[in-house]
């Protein structure tokens, strides 16, 4: 664990170094989507009952006053192969070659340097949501097994490390992240890598128009909504 923080570190270190520390002139008053897709890549012990398949994440990037600072809301959907390790008591067999998942809500603080159309960031916050392991249940009367999934609450933490380009009329985001469940998973610790590459859309006219319609004064952009 600790050879992965100081990577994160030092990714972003070096960020900071080659960014320049003028006015963010991308992410004044501007609220980011950004709709990504790759893998959760187990770590450590968690490798020996977990492994990696497609996943997916939904995340806003809502920049503060200072716009060096952001908010980052975001839905982890992490799919991986599974295998039980360790025999549950209320069934007779074991499973093999299964899918397990993890539904995390985070809600992360960041930091970021603008290159000109260039931008580094970190972030960290903690995280909510549950998990599905599955199990299988069998009826040997009428020879039929049937897979089941016990969902479990799980708190988190992540942490993370990313850039993105501006193209015309959006971002290509690439995004480097740690995420450690304080659950454990077949008596195993988890601790997962997560890379995800993705697009990044400015929608801050929807969420000027969004405030319009629920009546609050004022708008995202600074900008009178007609």
């Not at 998942?101 to 949501?129: C, D, E, H, T, W």
């Not at 501006?166 to 690439?174: A, E, Q, S």
């Amino acid at each position: 664990m600790k050879s992965i923080l100081t990577t994160v570190f030092c990714l972003f270190l070096c960020c900071s170094v080659f960014a320049q520390s003028g006015v963010d002139t991308l992410h004044y008053r501007k609220v980011y989507y950004f709709g990504g897709t790759g893998m959760g890549f187990p770590l450590g012990k968690t490798k020996d009952v977990l492994s990696p398949k497609f996943s997916g994440s939904l995340g806003l990037d809502i920049s503060l006053k200072n716009p060096k600072y952001y908010l980052y809301p975001a839905l982890y959907t992490l799919s991986f192969d599974y295998k039980q390790k360790i025999q549950d008591n209320q069934y007779p067999y074991k499973i093999e070659d299964a899918n397990a998942n993890f539904y995390m809500f985070s809600l992360a603080g960041g930091i970021r340097k603008q290159l000109k159309k260039l931008n580094a960031y970190a972030y960290a916050g903690p995280g909510v949501g549950f998990l599905t392991e599955p199990r299988v249940k069998v009826d040997a009367i009428n020879s039929i097994a049937k897979i089941e999934n016990q969902k479990k609450f799980s708190f988190s933490g992540k942490l993370g490390v990313g850039a993105d380009y501006r193209f015309n009329g959006f971002f290509l985001g690439l995004e480097i992240g740690y995420l450690h469940s304080f659950n454990k998973i077949q008596e195993t610790p988890i601790n997962i890598m997560t890379v995800m590459v993705g697009l990044k859309s400015d929608i801050t006219r929807l969420g000027d128009k969004v405030i319009k319609v629920i009546g609050v004064e004022g708008s995202i952009s600074g900008k009178e909504t007609k």
